[in-house]
């Protein structure tokens, strides 16, 4: 006979059980035993309920034992004795399921013959065998099964040839079956019962389940030969057989004839009435889900609805906060249940934000642990040949090291600069020698005494781990057993005191965590070594199909979970949380994907073949079908935990921004009553400003926020009322921490904080001068620089800091290789001339040039793999067109190359020295690079065309000119003036062109493709897409019209521009800003600027360059990028935003506005003829 208990949620069946036991307990303290097996997750909340009643007349029970059914049947096995067997884990069966797929034949196995090669699908089929163990399905029964498709035949047949020699294997093995319960029943129905002294008439219940599978069956059956006190407690009800599926399906199972006769069941029905429930809207809503009745007082229920998964939670933090202070509740009354895993690290986030003390319920995977990832790199090295990664990873875990943390940082970078790599690369010292002994321009360079010792020094210690490594290696291929490899693995650890490490950190620790979870790691790995000796014996086995099963089997590794003990929030899964009598849950996350959530099809069993297994009387795991329809009572269980309130959160999209939708549950319930509390996060900006405070510590940093919003930005409250009330919620709280002496500490933090400022101090004058020199030296790029940011000038010029370059192919490498190939081309090949030569001429020309540059860029990285031997391929076609095309405009005007990168700064120079004195008497020596400089000489003067080629689109902006971001073609264009007054005699400057180098092979839109289905012939086809291509290589710059500002504008190539070109040639072809008859396009007039004009920046950028000088001298180091539209321009690809520590509100004030109302009056101010003002 066995009792059934059944009732809906909250009914009190659980109570009624410990009530039973504290009766039994009173009345005979040293009685027969009572157990309690409920899931793994109650053991503890069941303890602390026995032991924590002060009522009670005993604190706890001598009787009574709580136990999961894997602890219960270890009890039995200690009282009775157990014949020990090799034991494996998980991770081993999939080892000895891997080494069977390995051992058939390729005409052995038909349906997974190509399957069998992955350890992954060796998991997969783990799980298949171990449900047919639960559900006592044999392989007779398997062998019994029919069925029509052919395929279908096939994959039963290879399921039984697997599961058969699984069996045959465990048992010559003398290994544990993944389930002891057949085990464990053969036992208990062979026994004589009064061998089993703790069960002969003991009591026992089983509390917590919804579903069991037939071996628990059949354990309930057989305990009825011990005891007849046995009694389930389930959740259920008659009146709804639909949601309570799983529980109905349990006692219709009971009442087999089988199991316990005819009336072997006695169930008792609990009045259904929901007693946990505390408030009348958490019982109504129970009502609605069982029986349909209407909800109408939903209080103490609440929806919170938010813009995303961040606002949602933390929502749920403030509500968390809110219960704390105001409903005199502790953290271990709170419950939180989710579903979608993504919601795990959200919660994380913002339980260490809120400083809330909380417990997860999800094991996390053991794959970051320093020596987890020491084992796999050690793995990796050996697949990869020694690839640098792997080495990198191995130093930086710290368990080859001694004191040699300098060592291996000079390692990483130079290898990951360098691009030293593998085994040939790594083990040879004369790379990293040339490496460190040269600089960035190719030279060797001189190195003292002491920075010869350094690279002496790390070659030791590189040399050191991989002589260690490489004797490993050597060591595992002369095995061939995995005993020979688990050996080699072992001396390793040993000879090179890796042991000894992990002893000193783990005896070092002061976290007990994390020397649990070093322990646990350790643990692990020797398991898994212990669990391979097993399965593979003296059998020979290689490395390769060795370290497969070890590193899938420290990937799924996870720690040991303690349940929480302390005074913390429950975090645990929807599905399987227990949270009984909670006072508060919260239900995160319910949204339509997740409740209902879809049930996928990826096991081995499908659900047609499971109707199979049925239809042959076969019980197994539900169908998906039929799990889908138990969604409802999840949802119920979830709904039904909580004793004083509910609350259902859901975001209107979900991490990837992707929309969703709120569940239909939870929008049933939102439609019953139109009462429910919905809390929108989203309105705490402009309504209900209170609710984004919901205690006073995680409120600071929204008070700081705020209120440093009012001191940057005042406001006026008549006109703004909104705004008003917003900020008189923060100025309040601010009154009420001043005025209460408790929070004086808080009210100093906050004051403080409020009064800093987020500036760099300036540097002494005598400081400035020491770090950059009596004289400043630099091209003109470092003084955009200083104007895109002072703190970004002064961590690169000042202290010279060089973040570490990898080694990849950045924008500045193939920057100079255009710069680089271009000045070959013409200069060298060419001797200035491009008018006169062929195509082929060209494509020689380039092709040979390129071949010879990239072996000097990033370290021969073109010829490091066939990936940059494409883009070699890339650039070479590029710089053909490009080149063809600047040959276009040689040849339609009277313009010849007369300079390529020619340089400035120094007497021997082309264009010599260049020289600035300051306001403050310091001196800048300017120098650069002028990429190429074209003249016209005519009678009239000297016509410059100056031509800087830039890699990406660039347009000459006057607001840049003006702020000194872009001074380069006004100095450049100064210095040709300034210095070729011997050359040249009236020099008239003509443009400033940006050229950029560019593929012109890009897809069409649907104008351009629109304009060549006009074509009506092959040949003017193949003319208007050549005219698409000249247009995208059209420069963009500026145009200097040798006109007043009053007249200028009025300018056509017939008269003041026609030196651009030839007359027989439209200007609009070659340039942007001309119409079809070569009049300036309005819309461009910015690209043209008259001569007086052109002085007037000419001169504000030679000024800029002297006040950068004396900025610099006396110490300016702002954080002050320049801003466009918010975007922080400088800060986008910044080496130093780790150290500058910017803020986005302190520092605003700071931020230069390319869009500032001012700057645009002062630049058109300079532009018509007014003073440069600052």
């Known amino acids: 006979m066995i009792k059934v208990w059944t009732g809906v949620s909250g009914t009190g069946k659980s109570e009624k059980m410990f009530a039973d036991i504290d009766e039994k307990t009173n009345n005979d303290p040293l009685g027969n035993r009572i157990y309690i097996i409920t899931p793994t997750q109650n053991t503890l909340t069941y303890e602390q309920i026995l032991t924590n009643d002060n009522n009670k007349t005993y604190r706890g029970s001598l009787r009574t034992n709580v136990l999961s059914f894997s602890r219960f049947m270890w009890h039995v096995f200690n009282e009775i004795g157990h014949r020990e067997k090799n034991r494996l884990s998980d991770v081993g069966h999939i080892m000895l399921i891997h080494k069977i797929l390995q051992q058939f034949n390729n005409d052995e196995l038909t349906y997974y013959r190509d399957s069998r090669e992955y350890v992954k699908f060796s998991g997969k089929l783990l799980e298949t065998i171990e449900e047919f163990i639960n559900y006592d399905i044999s392989v007779e029964d398997i062998k019994g099964l029919s069925f029509d498709n052919n395929r279908t035949k096939e994959k039963y047949d ?35 019962v009064n061998e089993i002294e703790s069960l002969n008439n003991a009591t026992i219940y089983i509390d917590g389940f919804h579903n069991f599978s037939e071996l628990e069956l059949q354990l309930l059956k057989t305990l009825t030969r011990f005891t007849d006190d046995i009694t389930l407690l389930l959740m259920h009800s008659s009146d709804n057989k639909d949601l309570f599926r799983k529980t109905e399906n349990v006692i219709q199972e009971l009442k087999r004839v089988d199991l316990f006769g005819e009336n072997g069941v006695d169930i008792i029905e609990f009045p259904h009435e929901n007693y946990r429930a505390k408030s009348e809207g958490l019982y109504q ?52 249940l989710y579903r979608d895993q993504s919601y795990i690290e959200v919660l994380r986030y913002y339980f260490e934000k809120f400083e809330i003390k909380y417990s997860i319920d999800q094991k996390y995977k053991m794959i970051q642990h320093p020596f987890i990832q020491f084992v796999m790199s050690i793995f990796e090295a050996y697949r990869q040949n020694f690839k640098r990664e792997s080495i990198i990873n191995i130093m930086k875990s710290g368990y080859l090291n001694d004191d040699d943390d300098f060592n291996m940082y000079v390692f990483e970078n130079v290898v990951l600069e360098s691009g030293i790599d593998f085994q040939a690369g790594l083990l040879n010292d004369e790379l990293f020698k040339k490496f460190l002994e040269t600089r960035d321009d190719g030279q060797k360079q001189t190195l003292s005494e002491v920075e010869i010792q350094d690279i002496e ?165 539900p169908t998906n079908e039929v799990l889908r329809r138990d969604e409802r009572f999840v949802f119920y269980h979830g709904v039904t935990r909580p004793t004083d309130g509910l609350f259902m959160s859901y975001s209107l999209s979900n991490l990837k921004n992707e929309p969703t939708k709120i569940s239909p549950f939870v929008k049933e319930i939102v439609a019953q009553s139109k009462d429910i509390e919905i809390i929108r996060p989203s309105l705490f900006g402009t309504t209900n400003v209170e609710g984004n405070i919901s205690s006073i510590n995680s409120m600071e940093d929204l008070l700081l926020e705020r209120l440093r919003d009012i001191l940057n930005t005042p406001k006026k409250y008549e006109d703004t009322i909104i705004e008003g009330v917003r900020d008189r919620v923060f100025l309040e709280a601010m009154y009420v921490l001043q005025k209460d002496a408790k929070y004086k500490d808080l009210y100093d933090r906050v004051v403080r904080n409020l009064a800093y400022k987020n500036e760099s101090e300036k540097v002494d004058e005598a400081i400035a001068e020491t770090l950059y020199g009596e004289a400043l030296s630099g091209s003109v790029s470092r003084f955009h620089s200083f104007y895109n940011c002072q703190f970004q000038h002064f961590m690169r010029y000042g202290l010279k800091l060089h973040p570490r370059e990898e080694f990849k192919l950045e924008a500045v490498d193939i920057g100079n290789l255009y710069h680089t190939v271009l000045e070959d081309v013409m200069k060298y090949h060419f001797n200035y001339d491009l008018k006169n030569q062929s195509i082929a001429d060209i494509n020689s020309a380039v092709s040979k040039s390129v071949k010879k540059a990239v072996k000097n860029i990033s370290y021969g990285i073109f010829e490091h793999s066939g990936y940059y031997q494409a883009l070699m391929v890339k650039a070479i076609e590029t710089i053909t067109e490009v080149v063809i095309n600047l040959q276009r405009y040689s040849k339609a005007s009277d313009f010849n190359i007369k300079f390529i990168e020619e340089r400035f700064g120094r007497d021997e120079d082309t264009f010599g020295a260049y020289q600035l004195n300051t306001t403050n008497d310091h001196t800048v020596h300017l120098r650069g690079v002028i990429d190429r400089v074209d003249v016209n000489e005519r009678e009239d003067g000297t016509f410059i065309s100056l031509i800087d080629y830039k890699s990406s689109d660039r347009k000459l902006d006057l607001t840049d000119v003006y702020l000194g971001t872009e001074l380069q073609q006004f100095m450049y264009m100064n210095v040709i003036e300034e210095n070729s007054k011997q050359m040249f005699e009236n020099i008239l400057p003509l443009t400033m062109m940006f050229y950029t180098v560019k593929s012109t092979k890009t897809s069409l839109n649907q104008k351009d493709e629109e304009k060549l289905l006009k074509a009506k012939t092959k040949e003017e086809y193949q003319d208007m897409l050549q005219k698409m291509k000249e247009d995208k290589l059209k420069p963009s710059g500026l145009f200097v019209v040798n006109e007043d500002d009053e007249s200028y504008l009025d300018a056509t190539t017939d008269d003041t521009l026609s030196m651009l070109l030839h007359n027989d040639e439209n200007v609009g072809d070659f340039y942007k800003g001309f119409t079809a008859k070569g009049k300036i396009n309005k819309r461009s007039k910015n690209n043209f600027i008259s001569i007086d004009m052109y002085n007037r920046f000419k001169d504000h950028a030679v000024e800029k360059i002297k006040e950068a000088a004396d900025d610099i001298y006396d110490g300016d180091v702002r954080i002050n990028p320049i801003s466009e539209n918010d975007d922080l321009i400088p800060c986008r690809f910044c080496e130093f935003k780790s150290a500058c520590n910017i803020d986005y509100i302190m520092n605003k004030k700071d931020f230069v506005d390319k869009k500032d109302p001012l700057l645009v009056q002062m630049v058109e101010s300079l532009k018509e003829g007014g003073e440069s003002v600052e």
């Not at 294997?169 to 062979?190: A, C, T, V």
């Not at 609605?288 to 109408?296: A, Q, V, W």
């Not at 939903?298 to 813009?307: M, N, Q, R, Y």
């Not at 050597?474 to 050996?487: L, N, P, R, V």
Request: aromatic residues 8%; contains cysteine; charged residues 30%.
């Open 158 to 192: 290879d399921l039984v040839k697997v599961y058969e020699k699984w069996l045959e294997m465990i048992d010559e093995y003398s290994i544990e079956s993944i389930n002891l319960m057949p085990h464990f029943l053969k036992i208990l129905n062979e026994v004589d």
């Open 457 to 621: 020094e790390m070659l030791a210690y590189k040399n050191k781990v991989l002589a260690a490594l490489n004797q490993l290696y050597k060591s595992i291929e002369s095995g061939t057993k995995a005993i020979d490899y688990i050996q080699s693995i072992y001396q390793f650890l040993e000879k090179n005191r890796v042991l000894e490490r992990l002893e000193q950190d783990i005896d070092n620790c002061e976290d007990e965590t994390r020397k649990n979870e070093t322990e646990d790691a350790y643990n692990h790995f020797i398991n898994l070594l212990d669990n391979a000796h097993i399965v593979y014996g003296e059998d020979e086995v290689t490395f390769e199909l060795f370290v497969d099963n070890l590193i899938e089997g420290l990937m799924e590794a996870e720690f040991n979970l303690l349940p929480a003990t302390l005074d913390e929030v429950t975090v645990g899964v929807l599905d399987l949380a227990k949270v009984e009598n909670k006072k508060y849950i919260f239900m995160v996350g319910m949204n339509h994907a997740n409740m209902p959530m879809e049930i996928g099809g990826n096991d081995i069993i499908s659900d047609e073949e499971k109707r199979k297994f049925e239809a042959h009387e076969l019980q197994i795991s």
């Open 285 to 336: 809503v129970e009502n609605y889900l069982r029986k349909g009745t209407p909800i109408n007082n939903i209080d103490g229920v609440s929806l919170i609805e938010a813009p995303n998964m961040r606002a949602e939670i933390e929502e749920v933090m403030r509500q968390i906060e809110t219960l704390i202070r105001t409903k005199n509740v502790k953290y271990k009354d709170i419950g939180i």
